[in-house]
């Protein structure tokens, strides 16, 4: 039988592709290529700890809030307090609570079209501490 292996991609729909895409490469320094206006993010390149989840919540959830849009992204990053902050500088609404648990740490903002997005910062690898 077939399975799934992976998450292949998020598509969804914004007013300004092109501003949005800039927005995300010049504040998150994420590699948005303007050709197709999109970020090619290798699994290969995350950081170890880290994985992609598919996560479905229940249509009542509060966890999305105060987005009114039916989707949350959820971004790895390599340093969250560095990440919320510059998204804070690009003009983000950053939500103050940050959440640390044993699989990492969580911060989020609302980007530029209303979008909550979540941060994550895996712990760092227990191997490369000893060294």
């Known amino acids: 039988m077939a399975k799934v292996v992976g998450i292949g991609g998020v598509f969804f ?5 092109a501003a949005l895409g800039e927005w995300y490469s010049k504040w998150l320094n ?4 303007p050709s197709f206006g999109g970020a090619s993010l290798k699994p290969g390149e995350m950081p ?20 009114d849009r039916p989707f949350m992204v959820n971004l790895v990053v390599d340093d969250l307090d560095g990440a919320l902050r510059q998204a804070a500088q690009g003009g983000a609404r950053v939500m103050d609570e940050i959440q ?10 609302i980007d530029p079209e209303g979008t909550k997005i979540e941060l994550w910062q ?3 690898d227990k191997s490369d501490a000893a060294s």
């Open 13 to 17: 729909k914004c007013r300004d592709t």
């Open 30 to 33: 994420m590699p948005v290529d």
């Open 48 to 67: 170890p700890n880290s994985f992609t989840v598919w996560g479905p919540f229940k249509e009542t959830s509060g966890y999305f809030d105060p987005s």
């Open 100 to 109: 640390e648990e044993e699989y990492g740490r969580f911060g989020w903002f």
């Open 122 to 124: 895996p712990p760092a």
